[in-house]
C-alpha cells in the first residue's frame, strides 16, 4: 500500500511507510506465480524442496503406523486408500502464502475431493487471487444500525461457523443514548426486542487493519494482509498459540475450541480456501469480508443482510464508489486510532 | 571417542544410580511418576475434545499453562544469579549450589517448553515453526525469539554442568578456559530469555496491563526472588537426605540474594501500584479487576492478595539480619517468596491482562481439572527430570561415580 493512493488521514506513527504488505516482492494482483526471486523466495523455495525430504524420512518412521494399516489392509477399499493419501498430502503441505498456483490448485482439489469422500456432496471451492487495484473498505452507519442482528445470522450462514458454541464475528453493542461510546457498559449479548428506547446500536468485527498487530506476531506467518487489503488466515497452518488473539485490540479473532459443527444441509458449498470452508479444531478464524463473495465482485453478506442500510462495503481505490462517497463526506472516524494500527472500517453518523 | 566412551559409561552409571536409592527415594519417584500419568491421561482428553477441555474461552484465551510458563521462565534464569559468583568471582563457597542451580534451570526449561506445547492448539502442525522446513517468521514475531533464547539456554545449561561433571567423573579437574566463556554467555543469555518473555506481552498494544516498561525489569527482580528462593529450599532437602556437603555460608550468602532482589521486586510493585491508582485512566481497568474485582467479579482477589502479603512478610523478615540468619525462617521464607511470586507472576500477570476485554467485556476465567492435572503433571515432570540429574550430579561431585571403577 502507497501512502500516495492512501485515501484517509493517518496517525503517521511508523517510521517508514511499508511499501509491501506480503513481502512476496510481487506488486500485482497475487501473491504467487511468476515472480523475481528476491532473497525470501530463494529461502522459502529451497524449503519447500527439505520439506520434501522431512516428508520423506517422516514416512520412514510411520512405516508401522495408521496409514499402513488402512493402505495394506484388505478390508478398506480404494476410497479409505485415497482418503489416508489425501490426509498424508494435506499433512505435509506448505504455507498456502508461498504456494506456487499450481500447488494451490493441487490442495484445493485435494480438499473438494476429501470432502466428498466423507460425505458425498461437491463443494466448489476456489483460490481466487486479489483483483488489481482492489483495496477494500468497510464503513458502518451508527445513526441506521437498529440492532436486528440479522447481520450476525448472515455471516454465521455464509461462513460455515460453529453452531454448537455459536460462534460469532460480529459483535453488536447496544448503547445507552447519553453515554456515548461507552463499551464498557454497553451489552453485546441481548436478547429482547430492538430498538430498545433510549439505546443505539454499533457493530464490531475485523477491522482488516492496514498495519495489523496479529499478523506481525503470529510465528509461523499463518496470518497475512493480501494485495486487497483483507487480513486472512491459512487454517492448515495455524498451530493454535493464539497469540495473534492476544494481539488483536478490537475482538477480531475467534478460536475454534474444539471441532466445529455444521449440519451438512446448512453447510454454504460456495467456499474460498482463505474464507468459508470448514475449519478444525484448534485453529484461529476471523471474519475474512466473505472473501469468497467480495473477490467475485459481490458484498459481504452482512452488508446484504443488513435491512436498514447501515453497512457499506468497497473498493477505496475507485473514487465513484460509495465507500469513497462516505470517507469524503462524512466526518468518518476509527475506533483505538491512537494504536496506529489504521483499521479500514470507518464508522460516521447521519 | 575417548569421550563418547566415558559418556556412554556416564549414561550407563547414572541409569543405575538413579534406579537405586532409599526407601523414600523410591516412593518420591512414584508419586511423581503417578501424578505425571495422570497429567498424561488429562493432556490425552485434551488432545481428543480440542482446548475446550480447558477454562480458556475466546474472552481469556491464555491460562495456567501460559502462566506457568511465564513463571518458570523466571526460576530458570535465577540459576545465573549463582552461577556467577561461583565461576567468575572464584567464590568457593556457591560451587557446590551451582550444580544444582544448573539442574534446576535446565528442569525448569523443559517444564516451559512442554507447557508451550501444552498450550497448543494443533500440537501436530508445530513442525511449521521449524525454520528450513517450516516458516519461521523471525524477526517479527517475538514468539520466535522466545523459541531461540529458550532452546539455547538450554543448550548451553546442559552443556556447561556435563563438562564439568564427565571431567569429574574421569577425575580430572574441569579446565575453567574452556567453561568459563559459556558462564559469561550464559549470564547474558538469562537476562535475555527475561527480558524477551516480557517482550512477548509488553509488545502488545492491544492490552494496556502489560504494555508497560516495567514489565520486563520487575520480571527480572522477581525472577531473581523465586529462583534462589526455590535453590535455598532444594538445597536444604539434598543437605538432609544426602550426603552432599552444602556448608551455611553458602545458604546464607544465596539468601543475600533473595533479600536484595525482594526489595528491589517490592518498589517496583510500588511504583507500578502508584502510576495504575493516583491518576486512573482507562487503562488502568485491568490493575482495578486484579487489586478490588470489577462489578462483583473477584476471582482474582483472594489470590493477589495472598500473594502481596505473603510477599511484604517475606521480604520485611528477610531485611532482618537476625531473622534472615535463622535457617529455619529462611526455609520458611522462602517457601512464602516462592509461592507470593508464582501467583503474581503466572495468573496474576496473564489473566488480568483479558479482563476486561477489548470491549470492556467481563468474563472471568477458572481452570478445569483437566488443566489443572495436566499443569500438576508437568511439574512433577520437571521435579522427576531435577532428581534425576541432581542425583546424578551429586554422586558424580562426592566421587561415588567414577569412570571404571566398576568395570
Known amino acids: ?350 | 571417542m575417548k569421550t563418547l566412551k566415558v559418556f556412554g559409561n556416564l549414561i550407563k552409571d547414572g541409569f543405575l544410580e538413579v534406579t537405586h536409592g532409599s526407601k523414600a527415594y523410591h516412593v518420591w519417584m512414584a508419586v511423581l511418576s503417578f501424578i505425571m500419568l495422570v497429567g498424561m491421561y488429562s493432556y490425552s482428553i485434551q488432545l481428543e475434545e480440542g482446548l475446550s477441555a480447558t477454562g480458556m474461552t475466546d474472552r481469556v484465551s491464555w491460562g495456567l499453562y501460559i502462566s506457568n510458563f511465564t513463571f518458570l521462565v523466571g526460576v530458570a534464569a535465577a540459576a545465573v544469579m549463582l552461577v556467577l559468583p561461583a565461576y567468575v568471582l572464584k567464590n568457593i563457597d556457591f560451587k557446590q549450589a551451582v550444580l544444582i542451580g544448573e539442574g534446576l534451570a535446565v528442569a525448569a526449561l523443559c517444564m516451559c517448553l512442554v507447557f508451550v506445547i501444552a498450550d497448543m492448539g494443533g500440537p501436530a502442525r508445530l513442525w511449521h515453526m521449524i525454520p528450513v522446513i517450516g516458516v519461521f517468521n523471525f524477526p517479527n514475531s517475538m514468539l520466535t525469539w522466545d523459541v531461540l533464547v529458550l532452546n539455547g539456554y538450554l543448550f548451553i545449561n546442559i552443556t556447561i554442568p556435563m563438562y564439568i561433571l564427565i571431567m569429574r567423573y574421569q577425575g580430572k579437574t574441569p579446565n575453567p578456559k574452556i567453561y568459563i566463556p559459556g558462564v559469561f554467555l550464559s549470564v547474558f543469555w538469562a537476562v535475555g530469555i527475561h527480558m524477551v518473555t516480557a517482550f512477548l506481552y509488553q509488545g502488545l498494544q492491544a492490552r494496556p496491563f502489560w504494555n508497560n516498561a516495567l514489565l520486563g525489569p520487575r520480571f527480572l527482580a522477581s525472577a531473581f526472588a523465586a529462583g534462589p528462593a526455590l535453590i535455598i529450599i532444594v538445597l536444604a532437602i539434598i543437605r538432609k537426605f544426602t550426603a552432599f556437603k552444602i556448608p551455611d555460608t553458602t545458604i546464607k550468602k544465596i539468601s543475600m540474594i533473595v533479600t536484595v532482589a525482594a526489595q528491589i521486586n517490592l518498589i517496583m510493585l510500588v511504583s507500578e501500584l502508584f502510576k495504575e491508582f493516583y491518576a486512573p485512566t482507562h487503562h488502568s481497568i485491568s490493575a482495578v479487576y486484579l487489586f478490588f474485582g470489577l462489578e462483583g467479579k473477584t476471582a482474582l482477589l483472594p489470590w493477589i492478595w495472598t500473594s502481596i502479603s505473603l510477599n511484604v512478610v517475606a521480604t520485611i523478615v528477610l531485611t532482618f539480619h537476625k531473622l534472615r540468619s535463622n535457617l529455619n525462617i529462611l526455609y520458611v521464607v522462602c517457601g512464602m517468596l516462592f509461592i507470593a511470586i508464582w501467583i503474581e507472576k503466572g495468573f496474576g500477570l496473564i489473566v488480568p491482562g483479558f479482563i476486561p476485554g477489548p470491549w470492556g467485556k467481563i468474563a472471568e476465567y477458572t481452570p478445569t481439572l483437566v488443566e489443572i492435572s495436566v499443569t500438576l503433571g508437568i511439574w512433577a515432570m520437571g521435579a522427576f527430570i531435577f532428581t534425576i540429574l541432581a542425583k546424578t550430579g551429586i554422586a558424580v561431585e562426592l566421587g561415588q561415580l567414577v569412570y571404571k571403577k566398576k568395570n
Open chain 1, 1 to 350: 500500500m502507497n501512502n500516495d493512493n492512501k485515501k484517509w488521514y493517518s496517525l503517521n506513527l511508523k517510521k517508514s511507510p511499508k511499501v509491501d504488505s506480503c513481502g512476496c516482492g510481487n506488486d500485482s494482483g497475487s501473491c504467487s506465480g511468476e515472480k523475481t526471486k528476491d532473497g525470501y523466495d530463494q529461502v522459502m523455495n529451497v524449503s519447500m524442496g527439505r520439506r520434501a525430504a522431512f516428508k520423506k524420512i517422516t514416512a520412514g518412521f510411520l512405516i508401522g503406523a495408521g496409514a499402513v494399516s488402512s493402505s495394506c489392509s484388505v478390508v478398506s477399499g480404494d476410497e479409505n486408500k485415497e482418503k489416508s493419501g489425501i490426509e498424508w498430502e494435506e499433512y505435509f503441505k506448505g504455507n498456502y502464502k508461498l504456494m506456487t498456483d499450481k500447488e494451490k490448485e493441487e490442495t484445493v482439489n485435494r480438499l473438494t475431493r476429501s470432502y466428498e469422500l466423507r460425505t458425498g456432496e461437491k463443494i466448489n471451492m476456489t483460490s481466487k487471487d486479489a483483483e488489481k487495484d482492489v483495496l477494500f473498505g468497510y464503513a458502518f452507519n451508527i445513526s441506521k444500525c437498529q440492532g436486528y442482528m440479522d447481520c450476525v445470522n448472515a455471516c454465521v450462514e455464509e461462513n460455515n461457523q460453529d453452531r454448537a458454541t455459536e460462534m460469532q464475528y460480529i459483535r453488536i453493542h447496544e448503547m445507552e443514548d447519553g453515554k456515548g461510546f461507552n463499551f464498557e457498559e454497553s451489552d453485546d449479548n441481548y436478547y429482547h426486542e430492538v430498538p430498545a428506547e433510549g439505546h443505539f446500536y454499533m457493530g464490531t468485527q475485523c477491522f482488516h487493519c492496514d498495519n495489523p498487530p496479529c499478523v506481525e506476531v503470529c510465528p509461523v506467518q499463518a496470518t497475512w494482509k493480501e494485495k486487497d487489503g483483507i487480513v486472512v488466515i491459512d487454517y492448515d497452518w495455524c498451530v493454535g498459540c493464539r497469540y495473534c488473539m492476544a494481539a488483536c485490540p478490537y475482538d477480531g479473532r475467534r478460536f475454534n475450541w474444539k471441532t466445529p459443527e455444521v449440519p451438512e444441509q446448512e453447510v454454504n458449498k460456495k467456499q474460498h480456501y482463505l474464507g468459508n470452508r470448514l475449519r478444525k479444531k484448534g485453529v484461529m478464524e476471523k471474519c475474512t469480508f466473505c472473501i469468497q463473495r467480495s473477490r467475485e465482485g459481490q458484498n459481504p453478506a452482512c452488508v446484504e443482510a443488513c435491512p436498514t442500510g447501515a453497512r457499506t462495503f468497497g473498493n477505496l481505490l475507485d473514487p465513484k464508489s460509495n465507500i469513497r462517497w462516505i470517507l469524503e463526506n462524512k466526518k468518518v472516524f476509527r475506533l483505538k486510532e491512537d494504536l496506529g494500527t489504521e483499521p479500514k472500517f470507518w464508522y460516521y453518523m447521519d
